[in-house]
């Protein structure tokens, strides 16, 4: 049986450096309005099915990121299961913004 993935770690500061990177809000379209990272889209973690066909026609590397890490990384696990590669869990939003600022 021949493996065809070839798994590569990268750091959630690479994930974030990488201009093709698409950052995804996974938490409500409240929580979002109230504050978000910049150049992050909304999409709520229940909604993430509805924009599968998109996310998996775009082929760029995919962060998610949510309150504290727990939603997005649900998100990351369906993600991959539907056969997305390169999606990453960025954690909470404070983590991200620490990113940010580095």
Known sequence: M??????TMKTIQEVINDKNTVII??????????SHYPGAINIPLDELPKHLSKLKTEEKPILLYCRS???SGIGMNFLHQQGLQEVYNGGGLNDM???QNK
Do not use: P, Q, W
């Not at 021949?2 to 798994?7: A, G, L, P, T």
């Not at 809000?25 to 109230?34: G, I, K, L, N, P």
């Open 2 to 7: 021949s493996n065809n993935f070839i798994i």
């Open 69 to 71: 890490g727990n939603r």
């Open 97 to 99: 913004l620490f990113y």
């Open 25 to 34: 809000d996974v938490r409500t379209a409240s929580e979002y309005s109230v």
